[in-house]
């Protein structure tokens, strides 16, 4: 059971940074001998699917009720381009795997977006656009190693949003992607839930609230230069990372 409490802590940790927590959590899974390491992965994402639901409880409500349809427009958008891209490249590639290679062109560009932005030259691109480009590269997220929250924040990271509301729509757009790409995965392939693996789950919905709370906390309280820098070096770290397996 500690096996499955150690998994549980990791998704709930790293689904929200730039590396690919599905990644981590399977190389984990098959270092420590678990059965069905990919599937595990998987399947721990409706953990940290949970935490994001409940924890912007109140901003779901606002979308859901068109009371917010800005965001509610943004999201759809950038959810169905997502669904057409990450459909497309998943039976086109889904037997090549360079998502390092992609996170660490993700790092380098967040790094030229901090730089950019220091020294008072940003990317403004208008937030209808945006919808374009970052549904684009989260749909990129289908191919092993690469994160989709790397991708988002990279996407998102060129308009003028300010750090914690970058990670605040990541994160808001994590929840139908992985909502589609599990039942489409459970209709693909049913995994059978043990109640080792729903412990599992359930530490990583309860690891997710925390981690959430602790990175919305700290971005709110950094410049966007900084921001970049950090969350480039996380992307070139999760790239390594993936170069390494």
């Not at 098959?30 to 953990?47: Q, V």
């Not at 020294?119 to 749909?139: C, M, N, P, R, T």
Request: charged share 15%; with cysteine.
């Amino acid at each position: 059971m500690k096996e499955y409490l150690f998994l549980g802590l990791l998704q709930g940790i790293f689904e929200w940074l730039p590396i690919s927590s599905e990644g981590i959590v399977s190389l984990f899974s098959s270092f420590l001998k678990m059965p069905n390491p990919i599937d595990l992965a998987l399947y721990l994402h409706l953990g940290t699917l949970f935490s994001a639901i409940i924890y912007f409880y109140h901003d779901w409500k606002k979308i859901i009720f068109l009371k917010d349809k800005k965001t509610f427009n943004f999201l759809l958008k950038t959810t169905l381009i997502s669904l057409l891209v990450g459909g497309f490249f998943y039976f086109l590639i889904k037997d090549f795997s360079f998502g390092g290679s992609f996170l660490i062109l993700m790092g380098a560009g967040l790094f030229l977006t901090g730089f950019f932005h220091k020294k008072s030259f940003s990317f403004k691109i208008d937030f209808e656009k945006l919808a374009f480009l970052v549904g684009f590269l989260q749909g990129l997220s289908v191919i092993p190693g690469v994160s989709r929250s790397g991708a988002t924040i990279f996407g998102l990271s060129l308009s003028s949003l300010p750090p914690k509301q970058i990670l605040k729509l990541s994160y808001l757009l994590s929840v139908p992607v992985v909502l589609f790409g599990s039942i489409f995965l459970s209709l693909k392939n049913p995994f059978f839930f043990s109640k080792e693996v729903i412990f599992s789950s359930l530490v990583a919905f309860l690891t997710g609230l925390l981690s959430l709370k602790f990175l919305l906390k700290v971005a709110s309280k950094l410049n966007f230069s900084k921001f970049c820098f950090i969350f480039g070096l996380l992307c070139l770290l999760g790239g390594l990372i993936e170069f390494l397996k």
